[in-house]
């Protein structure tokens, strides 16, 4: 089992940048891959970047070159560097883990970021 917990949301305005971070407790050795995905309202959640045990990263076109994925193995901390952030990005953003074997998924409670002028 694993707890995630969001920190770093709010308002911004547009070209702004934000800093998500997540902390993982629990059972966090056999986490392989945790990653960010955001959700608006009326809409599907969706990827918005991910990160394997080997470094690895994943970013959808939509954000490619704006948001940088990263993490602290130390801190079992994982963050999410947005720039140039548009209100487009304006969404819950919800961190996630994932265990390669067993398989098991894991999500936090989620926090919002709002980009407005």
């Known amino acids: 089992q694993v707890q995630l917990v969001e920190s770093g949301g709010g308002l911004v305005q547009p070209g702004g940048s934000l800093r998500l971070s997540c902390a993982a407790s629990?059972?966090?050795?056999?986490?392989?891959?945790m990653g960010w995905y955001r959700q608006a309202p009326g809409k599907q959640r969706e990827l918005v970047a991910d990160i394997t045990r080997g470094g690895s990263t994943n970013y959808p076109d939509s954000v490619k070159g704006r948001f940088t994925i990263s993490r602290d193995n130390a801190k079992n901390t994982v963050y999410l560097q947005m720039n140039s952030l548009k209100h487009e990005d304006t969404a819950v953003y919800y961190c996630?883990?994932?265990?390669?074997?067993?398989?098991?998924?894991?999500w936090g409670r989620g926090t919002k970021v709002t980009v407005s002028s």
């Open positions: 996630n883990a994932k265990y390669f074997e067993p398989s098991a998924n894991y």
């Open positions: 629990g059972s966090v050795f056999s986490i392989y891959t």
